[in-house]
């Protein structure tokens, strides 16, 4: 005789989700770092925990920016619930008192803030809003002839976090031995990309009039002076003599509402006589289209963490010229997936583009080999995994 047992089996005991506060300055649909922390709490496993995204600098006009609001709509998607500050000016103290009003009536197990700005008021708000749990994490490390940062990311941001995440090696050699940061204390979690899409996509040459035999290089970056776009600018004018149908595609949209840097890049465009050799694209929303279109992509910064546009060039087959700062060599190693050169040094820069220009069999072999790298070490999946792992550790040992 067979049937179901009348013995009810024991229920498992349900396990509480862990309640997790995301704290950045802006929403991400232009700069690397918001945009991943985004995508992070976007991708966490919502039966493991609830999860909140904080802005810090809101302005709901924003909602009219198509990019916002498709951002807006992925967060809604995926279940995780938007905090606006909307946090003008200096200092702004009156967002800040309603977000611990705010965190003491609705508590959360884990404030993570990302960058310095979030990671100095993240490292205030925690104690005063009763959290238990505060995880800064640093995108980049830039405090060179910047004591005063430094003395705040050491006295304050390191010793109120159970943990502060580094992004690359070389962030977290010099949190341990310029900032005296304890090496216990440190994570590090290396960014990563997601698998892009394979829809069809739009033919940037065609679109841009760039002939097929032209060669093109490129660079993806918000435009702030320390991505160093001024000093591919000059390489470009240094090139142009032997490449003269030379293209340079330039993406990335401005810092806010701030133009200054745009136009100076523009002024400096003109005044090196190259108006048709480089072109300012501003934000574009099919990067991957882009990237495609290039030969060689570039990064020209002064500092670095763990770039996403590099990642970028790596996934679409790209050999990259980068200089040597911050977490680059972590994913460029010199003659094998791409070149490294000093920062600030446009006739280097120059050189090593040449190079690879000149050398189309060594340009593929770079790129198969950077493709490789990314999907082995730099996915999406591993990020989230070792965010999620380190959630679940810290309030565990809390």
Known sequence: ??????????????????????????????????????????????ERFERSFCVSRWDPADTADPTVQRALGELEAAGVQFVGLERFGRPALRPWGGLISRLRRDPVDILHAHKFGSNAWGALIAPLARVPNYIAHEHSWAFEGRPLRRLVDRQLIARTAEVVVAVSNEDRRRMIEIEHIPAAKIELIPNGIADPVRVRRSDVRAELGIPAAAPVVGTVATLRA?????????????????????????????????????????????????????????????????????????????????????MEYMEEAKPVVATAVGGIPDLIADDVNGLLVPPRDPPRLASAIDELLRDPERRAAMGARGRELRRSRYSIEATVRAVADLYERVARDG
């Open 1 to 46: 005789m067979t049937g179901h047992s009348l013995v009810s089996k024991p229920k498992t005991p349900s396990v509480r989700r862990l309640r997790v506060l995301t704290l950045v300055d802006g929403i991400g649909t232009y700069g690397g770092a918001e945009s991943l922390a985004r995508e992070i709490v976007q991708r966490l496993d919502g």
């Open 226 to 310: 320390y991505k160093g776009v001024d000093v591919l600018i000059r390489a470009a004018a240094l090139l142009v003599a032997d490449h003269p149908d030379l293209r340079v595609l330039v993406v990335g949209g401005d810092e806010g509402t701030d133009t200054t840097v745009r136009e100076g890049l523009r002024r400096l465009i003109g005044e090196l006589g190259i108006e048709r050799n480089v072109e300012l694209l501003g934000f574009r929303d099919d990067v991957p289209s882009v990237v495609e279109a290039m030969d060689i992509g570039v990064c020209s910064s002064d500092f670095e963490g763990s770039p996403l546009s590099v």
